[in-house]
């Protein structure tokens, strides 16, 4: 075996580092699979290979050493027996130091997940931005307003004084009944005939849908979703084993000519939908697709999960139903959350579906220990109960409409007309498009390092798509720091595309319907071409 073919085995590091002063003496009586486990065990334990460092593979260590496999095979065993090293199916030969040693600086590295990388790497931008000074255009919270917080507070009081101690018992897995009726009485105004039998209280969406997962789908089974979609429901899905067929979508949302082709050829478990601005592309499926995807539905008895925690946070155009609403055969599963419409702590979401998905929901809830705090259930019960709910809504959407058009009018100004983005009618998220040569993910290595976080569009796959897209959130951050956020993306992508002429950038795909060039008039940003 060559060295280049050495190097391609080894984890880490140059080969020399490895056969330097390993000495193997063939003419002694100690067998040489003994004399390598000492070696290494001498190297491990006078520091010379890290605790928790990832060893050579053993064919690695046989070619390195001058050995049979077979020999290498016997010397880690022999290390594993006495404690040096520990190995894992898949992952490797880490170092180790036997339990009766003193470890003064473990490694959890080895512990990990073989698939921690593919399923925390999407999520770094939110964790980054839990570091003072950073900018976060990636986290999907919403700024909390303290008029809200005003109003929570006098509702806590309310609940104190009238509930007592109840209000801090554990309720029942369903969720308290007054919330349950108060969000019965909600979403039947906003036109779906919904029961408080027919609602469980879970602690925001997110775990409603994982509820909805380890009840619907078994591994194997295949679940059909938008793409791009949002990350939460792919890892709810992937979390139970499903195959993930994306269906692509366009300005108006799904294409259901595409889900047609896909139904022709499967029989998918459910269907999971955000269709109303779409997390991430903030598209609403129009009024005609909403009724065709339940027909189709409906005739292949598929049922819809609906992820719907957008739809009140329309702040121009006009109002779409929910697909509840329009349900006809009883196949639409309703999920929400008031997270993304009071403020991010109040984990409180709900599941409105057919009494038999609920019961069951309900059991795989209790049995999970999945409880949801009594008191900001109670408080949510009264807000809706005091109708105060609507009059946040309207300020919310007031601001976040005004969060928008900044944003956009800032890229522009910055970004000089290389940067596409969709002007969302409603939501939390501008949905934009790059030019190449510059990928998100290397244009998110640039700006993360001036302290500025968003979310390359592969994450929104479940095995990576469009490289070109990225998703920027609006709602959590005031004015000044979104202006500052645009600059810097819009530097980070001058300083990609330098030596690049303007008008020789190209979108390397017909961009969908929707977009605009974010270009400079009268410093705002302006319809452009369809791509």
């Known amino acids: 075996m060559n060295r280049s073919a050495l190097t391609r085995l080894m984890p880490e590091g140059p080969v020399g580092t490895w056969l330097a002063g390993f000495r193997i003496d063939s003419s002694s009586q100690t067998p040489l699979y003994l004399q390598i486990a000492s070696e290494i065990e001498h190297r491990i334990g006078h520091g010379r290979i890290a605790i928790g460092e990832r060893l ?97 507070r006098q509702m806590f009081d309310l609940v104190l004084e009238r509930e007592g101690a109840r209000a801090f018992e554990p309720g029942p897995p369903q969720g308290i009944p007054a919330l349950r009726a108060a969000l019965a009485a909600h979403l039947h105004a906003g036109g779906a005939d919904v029961r408080p039998q027919e609602i469980l209280i879970t602690a925001g ?39 993930i067929i994306c269906v692509p979508t366009d300005g108006d949302g799904l294409d259901l000519e595409a889900l047609e082709s896909v139904l022709a050829y499967t029989r998918p478990k459910l269907i999971y939908v955000i269709p109303t601005f779409q997390n991430p592309s903030s598209v609403s ?68 579906g057919p009494p038999g998905v609920i019961r069951q929901a309900a059991v795989a809830k ?8 009594s008191l900001p259930q109670w408080a949510m019960a009264r807000l809706l109960e005091e109708n105060l709910l609507e009059p946040h809504l309207r300020r919310a959407c007031q601001r976040l409409r005004s969060k928008r058009d900044l944003l956009l009018a800032s890229l522009a100004r910055h970004a000089r007309g290389r940067l596409m983005a969709r002007r969302p009618e409603g939501g939390l998220f501008v949905w934009a498009r790059l030019p190449a040569p510059v990928q998100a993910a290397d244009l ?41 956020a645009a600059a810097i993306v819009g530097r ?19 961009a969908p319907a929707g977009y605009m060039e974010c270009g400079r008039r009268r410093g705002r940003a302006v319809p452009g071409r369809r791509a």
């Open 56 to 152: 050579p593979p053993q064919r690695a260590l046989a070619e390195l050493v001058g050995v049979s496999r077979n020999t290498a095979v016997q010397a880690y065993r022999e290390l594993e027996r006495r404690g040096w090293v520990r190995s894992r199916v898949g992952r490797g030969t880490f170092a180790a130091l036997p339990l009766d040693r003193a470890v003064p600086n473990p490694s959890w590295q080895p512990q990990f997940s073989a698939s921690i990388s593919r399923v925390t790497r999407p999520f770094m931008g939110e964790v980054n931005t839990e570091q003072a000074g950073r900018l976060s255009l990636a986290s999907g919270k919403v700024a909390a307003d303290p008029s809200i917080i005003g109003t929570f």
């Open 205 to 243: 969406a997110r775990q409603a849908l994982s509820i909805l997962a380890s009840i619907l789908v078994d591994p194997g089974d295949t679940v059909v979703t938008e793409g791009p979609t949002y990350r939460g429901a792919i890892q709810a899905f992937q979390g139970v084993g499903a195959r």
């Open 444 to 484: 998110l290595k640039s700006t993360s390092a001036k302290g500025v976080d968003f979310v390359a569009g592969p994450a929104f796959w479940p095995s990576g798509g469009d490289p070109y897209a990225m998703r920027l959130c609006f709602a959590g951050l005031d004015e000044p720091q979104l202006e500052e």
């Open 492 to 510: 980070s992508l001058a300083s990609a595309l330098t030596g690049v002429e303007p008008g020789e950038e190209r979108h390397p795909e017909r």
């Open 366 to 373: 209790a049995g999970g220990g999945l409880h949801v705090s």
């Open 285 to 352: 499926l129009s009024l005609e697709r909403r009724h065709l995807l339940i027909e189709a539905a409906a005739r292949r008895a598929v049922p819809i999960v609906e992820d719907d925690p957008y739809w009140e946070l329309r702040y121009e155009g006009a109002r779409l139903p929910r697909l509840k609403a329009l349900d006809t055969w009883g196949g639409v599963i309703h999920v929400g959350t008031f997270s993304k419409l009071v403020f991010p702590g109040v984990r409180v979401g709900w599941i409105a």
